[in-house]
């Protein structure tokens, strides 16, 4: 009996011994705050249950206080929600492991704007940044069992407005709806570190958030811990990969024989170790290593966005107390901004090779930005990859996207422009505000550097432009001198020292470019430096035909309204008597004031036909806003290499509003997306016509010649065959060409113009054909002839193939079934005479019911 006894205290003190020792158990602990959270009212008492991650307008719709803001008139009805103050709590409880931590601290990832942090009655954290982080410690505050977190928001709008009464002059803003918001002339989202767009904006609701909208983190460990690591890519090349990884250690005291060990995660390589001591606070070690033969990161289109995965582990005598997992893809991306017999050139390289960028501008996908889910952003990435996208541009009056936006991209090869969050407005950009922005840029700097997406960092969206442009300047000058002087050293002390210093220090591979647009300095953006804006089309109410005449060396921003579809539009505006585009309820979901409706009409009625009815007009309208953008694409990339990239205004909606998007609020394609998908395609075969003369230019981003053959043909609409050329030709490398040029007149043959369509089609020598189609007169002047379309539906998984046939050419066929949950692989196409179209449909409607439902629709039915 003795004898067991003693054999079984050895195995105790064999399992504490093993316990103690385990390096495990000393890794650091980190678990989310995202239960028993409450709100209320700061003046009231009534406490209501709240989701965290969230935000107040969220929480009052789950609660039944107010109603969804995007339905109908709804959003009137809340803008009393931001003039409130709002405070959450939550009580939490620490296990004896956490709570015997040598440290303990709370981790706010986001904090939405102006807030108090109180925990167990005693203040913790004051902040005043929606974009920061905040790292708190609560090792002496903690206790082991319920303890009271209280998170107390104060609304921007009254903490702000005392800013905006107190200064001698104004500053020019975005466009802040501060009279939908009921404050009148007060608009004060320039003094606020937060999202502009909240404010309203030319496409969006005036919805002025607050709220824990990103994760709160409870941090407990001993020693040594992990804050950072920045894998800096020194020198990159197809043979060899120059690499240092710089890892941030905090300390808690000095500490010897500690091992820093950097390795693949997938076949664990070790890189390099670095023995050292630390000392207590922050130390930053540097690892260097070589990768021989790297799989380089490409964009999509270009090669495979092959990806790397470096763990760094700290041993502490020989025991692991922290790893952490950094993915980076390994490339060299560099902008090439020099002056040229030309200008001034703007264009990306990517590993020694010049990109063609092509793709558009991202907005927020929501205004309660907690919203939007892993699948949504999957779906929008995805919707960029398959319309051949290479680079979405992240707009200053948003956010810094979240960290599963840039693993996407990263994963997709998509180039990411990154604005600062700062867009149309001058910022009082002085002491504790610069201050603030220092910190808000160090914190997203170093938590996103790692992407290999990241291709540029940009100071704001058109705030240069808007002084020096839109004559803010002259205005404030005239006014007051002294006004513009302030305003203008605070824009560049902001824009041409601070932020260019915080990415030349901690991303220093990176390219800061002080704003969109930005050409020379002192002036607005022009045609031949840098990148431009450019809005004559729309704004400038210029025809679309000038799209083809506009040159830029980069145009990051261009764009042309639209409505949603007819089924979209009845989800927000269900009512009979809202289908109208002056309807007050089609009126208040288009922001860009009140012309604007009225300028998408008066522009379709210069290009097409009167539509019949509104669901015509919505159907029509779309075609519209594509046919648009088509032209400025073609023409862009048809100015090749002289033009660098093309990236329309805009990718996504953040509710459900006309506005420019190719893709609607609830993710639905427009024409526009659609039209997107061939125009961006690795080669592209564009006809245009000019003083008599047809030119047809193939334009290639691919990086080797090929061959293939051009098939040219001008087509009756009713499908008689006019004139047919057959040309073999060769496909340009990452450049424009000009393959075939010929008088219109003889390509005729005295047929009327009205009454032909051009088509265009190439094939290479892998087999791979791209269309178009050209018509030489506007729209509104073709002799559409009534298209009578002939269906068949096949059932196939996950839907139906429904293959279709017209006895005349049918001109942007569309095809729509009820609801909203479907998805037409194809649509808006153009189906010439004897030609069969195949489109899959992805659907759960039984066959029966989607034959009743599938409406079938060219452009002449909508006249």
Same mark, same amino acid.
């Given at each position: &009996?003795?004898?067991?006894?003693?054999?079984?205290?050895?195995?105790?003190?064999?399992?504490?011994?093993?316990?103690?020792?385990?390096?495990?158990?000393? =890794?650091?602990?980190?678990?989310?705050? /995202?239960?028993?959270?409450?709100?209320?009212?700061?003046?009231?008492?009534?406490?209501?249950?709240?989701?965290?991650?969230?935000?107040?307008?969220?929480?009052?719709?789950? /609660?039944?206080?107010?109603?969804?803001?995007?339905?109908?008139?709804?959003?009137? %009805?809340?803008?009393?929600?931001?003039?409130?103050?709002?405070?959450?709590?939550?009580?939490? @409880?620490?296990?004896?492991?956490?709570?015997?931590?040598?440290?303990?601290?709370?981790?706010?990832?986001?904090?939405?704007?102006?807030?108090?942090?109180?925990?167990?009655?005693?203040?913790?954290?004051?902040?005043?940044?929606?974009?920061?982080?905040?790292?708190?410690?609560?090792?002496?505050?903690?206790?082991?069992?319920?303890?009271?977190?209280?998170?107390?928001?104060?609304?921007?709008?009254?903490?702000?407005?005392?800013?905006?009464?107190?200064?001698?002059?104004?500053?020019?803003? #975005?466009?802040?709806?501060?009279?939908?918001?009921?404050?009148?002339?007060?608009?004060?989202?320039?003094?606020?570190?937060?999202?502009?767009?909240?404010?309203?904006?030319?496409?969006?609701?005036?919805?002025?958030?607050?709220?824990?909208?990103?994760?709160?983190?409870?941090?407990?460990?001993?020693?040594?811990?992990?804050?950072?690591?920045?894998?800096?890519?020194?020198?990159?090349?197809?043979?060899?990969?120059?690499?240092?990884?710089?890892?941030?250690?905090?300390? @808690? $005291?000095?500490?010897?024989?500690?091992?820093?060990?950097?390795?693949?995660?997938?076949?664990?390589?070790?890189?390099?170790?670095? @023995?050292?001591?630390?000392?207590?606070?922050?130390?930053?070690?540097?690892?260097?290593?070589?990768?021989?033969?790297?799989?380089?990161?490409?964009?999509?289109?270009?090669?495979?966005?092959?990806?790397?995965?470096?763990?760094?582990?700290?041993?502490?005598?020989?025991?692991?107390?922290?790893?952490?997992?950094?993915?980076?893809?390994? !490339?060299?991306?560099?902008?090439?901004?020099?002056?040229?017999?030309?200008?001034?050139?703007?264009? *990306?390289?990517?590993?020694?090779?010049?990109?063609?960028?092509? #793709?558009?501008?991202?907005?927020?996908?929501?205004?309660?930005?907690?919203?939007?889910?892993?699948?949504?952003?999957?779906?929008?990435?995805?919707?960029?990859?398959?319309?051949?996208?290479?680079?979405?541009?992240?707009?200053?009056?948003?956010?810094?996207?979240?960290?599963?936006?840039?693993?996407?991209?990263?994963?997709? #090869?998509?180039?990411?422009?990154?604005?600062?969050?700062?867009?149309?407005?001058?910022?009082?950009?002085?002491?504790?505000?610069?201050?603030?922005?220092?910190?808000?840029?160090?914190?997203?700097?170093?938590?996103?550097?790692?992407?290999?997406?990241?291709?540029?960092?940009?100071?704001?969206?058109?705030?240069?432009?808007?002084?020096?442009?839109?004559?803010?300047?002259?205005?404030?000058?005239?006014?007051?001198?002294?006004?513009?002087?302030?305003?203008?050293?605070?824009?560049?002390?902001?824009?041409?020292?601070?932020?260019?210093?915080?990415?030349?220090?901690?991303?220093? +591979?990176?390219?800061?470019?002080?704003?969109?647009?930005?050409?020379?300095?002192?002036?607005?953006?022009?045609?031949?430096?840098?990148?431009?804006?450019?809005?004559?089309?729309?704004?400038?109410?210029?025809? =679309?035909?000038?799209?083809?005449?506009?040159?830029?060396?980069? *145009?990051?921003?261009?764009?042309?309204?639209?409505?949603?579809?007819?089924?979209?539009?009845?989800?927000?505006?269900? $009512?009979?008597?809202?289908?109208? =585009?002056?309807?007050?309820?089609? &009126?208040?979901?288009?922001?860009?004031?009140?012309?604007?409706?009225?300028?998408?009409?008066?522009?379709?009625?210069?290009?097409?036909?009167?539509?019949?009815?509104?669901?015509?007009?919505?159907?029509?309208?779309?075609?519209?806003?594509?046919?648009?953008? $088509?032209?400025?694409?073609?023409?862009?990339?048809?100015?090749?290499?002289?033009?660098?990239?093309?990236?329309?205004?805009?990718?996504?909606?953040?509710?459900?509003?006309?506005?420019?998007? %190719?893709?609607?609020?609830?993710? !639905?394609?427009?024409?526009?997306?659609?039209?997107?998908?061939?125009?961006?395609?690795?080669?592209?075969?564009?006809?245009?016509?000019?003083?008599?003369?047809?030119?047809?230019?193939?334009? %290639?981003?691919?990086?080797?010649?090929?061959?293939?053959?051009?098939?040219?043909?001008?087509?009756?609409?009713?499908?008689?065959?006019?004139?047919?050329?057959?040309?073999?030709?060769?496909?340009?490398?990452?450049?424009?060409?000009?393959?075939?040029?010929?008088?219109?007149?003889?390509?005729?043959?005295?047929?009327?113009? /009205?009454?032909?369509?051009?088509?265009?089609?190439?094939?290479?020598?892998?087999?791979?054909?791209?269309?178009?189609?050209?018509?030489?007169?506007?729209?509104?002047?073709?002799?559409?002839?009534?298209?009578?379309?002939?269906?068949?539906?096949?059932?196939?998984?996950?839907?139906?193939?429904?293959?279709?046939?017209?006895?005349?050419?049918?001109?942007?066929?569309?095809?729509?079934?009820?609801?909203?949950?479907?998805?037409? +692989?194809?649509?808006?196409?153009?189906?010439?005479?004897?030609?069969?179209?195949?489109?899959?449909?992805?659907?759960?409607?039984?066959?029966?019911?989607?034959?009743?439902?599938?409406?079938?629709? %060219?452009?002449?039915? #909508?006249?």
């Amino acid at each position: &009996m003795k004898l067991l006894r003693n054999y079984s205290l050895k195995l105790t003190l064999l399992a504490l011994i093993i316990l103690f020792c385990d390096p495990v158990s000393a =890794i650091p602990i980190k678990k989310e705050l /995202n239960s028993g959270w409450k709100f209320r009212q700061w003046r009231l008492n009534n406490w209501y249950p709240a989701t965290v991650p969230g935000v107040i307008h969220t929480d009052l719709i789950a /609660n039944g206080i107010i109603e969804d803001p995007f339905y109908r008139l709804n959003e009137r %009805s809340v803008q009393w929600v931001d003039k409130e103050d709002w405070m959450y709590e939550t009580h939490f @409880d620490l296990d004896d492991d956490t709570f015997s931590r040598e440290n303990i601290r709370l981790h706010f990832m986001g904090l939405d704007t102006y807030v108090h942090v109180y925990l167990n009655g005693e203040s913790i954290l004051e902040g005043d940044n929606m974009f920061r982080e905040w790292k708190v410690d609560i090792k002496d505050k903690v206790k082991r069992k319920d303890n009271k977190l209280e998170v107390l928001f104060r609304s921007p709008i009254k903490e702000d407005i005392p800013k905006w009464d107190a200064l001698p002059f104004q500053y020019p803003t #975005g466009p802040d709806q501060s009279q939908q918001g009921g404050i009148f002339n007060k608009t004060v989202s320039t003094f606020a570190r937060k999202a502009g767009y909240h404010y309203g904006w030319d496409w969006g609701p005036r919805l002025v958030t607050s709220g824990i909208w990103r994760p709160v983190y409870l941090e407990a460990w001993n020693d040594v811990k992990i804050e950072d690591v920045f894998i800096e890519q020194k020198e990159v090349s197809s043979k060899t990969a120059r690499i240092t990884a710089h890892a941030e250690l905090l300390s @808690d $005291k000095d500490l010897a024989d500690v091992k820093v060990i950097i390795k693949d995660k997938n076949n664990n390589t070790v890189y390099g170790t670095k @023995d050292l001591e630390l000392k207590k606070g922050i130390n930053t070690v540097s690892v260097d290593f070589t990768i021989d033969n790297p799989r380089l990161w490409w964009s999509n289109g270009l090669g495979e966005p092959n990806l790397y995965e470096f763990t760094t582990i700290i041993d502490l005598k020989s025991a692991t107390v922290d790893t952490k997992n950094i993915r980076t893809g390994i !490339r060299s991306i560099k902008v090439v901004n020099e002056t040229d017999k030309d200008g001034a050139s703007f264009y *990306f390289v990517l590993n020694g090779v010049p990109v063609f960028a092509k #793709g558009a501008n991202y907005i927020p996908s929501d205004n309660f930005l907690p919203r939007v889910t892993r699948e949504k952003y999957r779906k929008t990435i995805q919707d960029a990859v398959d319309v051949n996208m290479n680079m979405l541009r992240v707009w200053g009056g948003g956010t810094y996207e979240e960290d599963y936006f840039y693993d996407l991209c990263d994963e997709n #090869g998509i180039m990411v422009w990154q604005d600062f969050m700062f867009a149309c407005s001058m910022y009082p950009s002085e002491g504790a505000y610069l201050e603030n922005v220092k910190y808000e840029a160090i914190d997203n700097i170093k938590r996103l550097r790692n992407h290999p997406s990241i291709s540029v960092w940009c100071g704001n969206n058109e705030a240069y432009d808007g002084w020096f442009g839109w004559g803010r300047r002259e205005d404030y000058t005239k006014q007051n001198p002294e006004y513009a002087r302030i305003m203008w050293k605070q824009y560049a002390d902001l824009f041409h020292k601070l932020l260019p210093d915080m990415v030349a220090q901690y991303a220093p +591979e990176s390219f800061y470019w002080p704003s969109s647009p930005y050409g020379l300095p002192g002036q607005g953006c022009d045609d031949k430096h840098g990148d431009r804006h450019y809005w004559g089309v729309w704004h400038g109410k210029h025809p =679309i035909a000038q799209y083809n005449t506009e040159k830029s060396r980069f *145009f990051s921003e261009y764009g042309f309204q639209s409505f949603p579809e007819f089924e979209s539009v009845k989800i927000y505006a269900p $009512k009979k008597e809202d289908w109208a =585009i002056t309807s007050e309820v089609m &009126m208040e979901h288009q922001r860009a004031g009140t012309y604007a409706n009225n300028l998408i009409e008066e522009y379709l009625l210069n290009e097409y036909q009167k539509p019949k009815d509104f669901e015509s007009f919505l159907y029509m309208n779309q075609v519209l806003q594509g046919d648009a953008i $088509k032209i400025a694409m073609e023409a862009h990339r048809r100015n090749m290499p002289y033009c660098m990239g093309t990236l329309f205004w805009q990718h996504n909606d953040c509710w459900p509003v006309a506005s420019w998007s %190719s893709r609607d609020y609830y993710g !639905r394609w427009k024409a526009q997306h659609y039209f997107a998908r061939e125009a961006y395609k690795d080669v592209l075969v564009s006809p245009i016509a000019k003083d008599n003369k047809l030119d047809i230019y193939i334009v %290639s981003d691919r990086l080797t010649e090929s061959k293939g053959t051009l098939n040219l043909k001008i087509i009756k609409l009713d499908g008689h065959i006019i004139d047919s050329r057959k040309l073999n030709i060769t496909i340009p490398k990452n450049t424009s060409k000009n393959v075939f040029t010929a008088s219109v007149n003889d390509l005729l043959k005295g047929t009327a113009k /009205n009454d032909v369509v051009i088509h265009a089609e190439l094939t290479d020598n892998k087999g791979n054909i791209y269309k178009n189609n050209y018509f030489l007169l506007q729209q509104k002047n073709i002799n559409f002839p009534q298209a009578n379309i002939s269906k068949t539906v096949k059932p196939v998984n996950e839907g139906y193939e429904v293959s279709l046939s017209s006895d005349n050419f049918a001109r942007a066929v569309f095809m729509s079934v009820e609801g909203i949950d479907n998805f037409f +692989e194809n649509n808006y196409f153009d189906i010439l005479p004897g030609q069969v179209t195949v489109v899959k449909v992805k659907t759960s409607l039984s066959r029966p019911e989607f034959e009743k439902q599938l409406k079938v629709v %060219s452009l002449r039915d #909508g006249f």
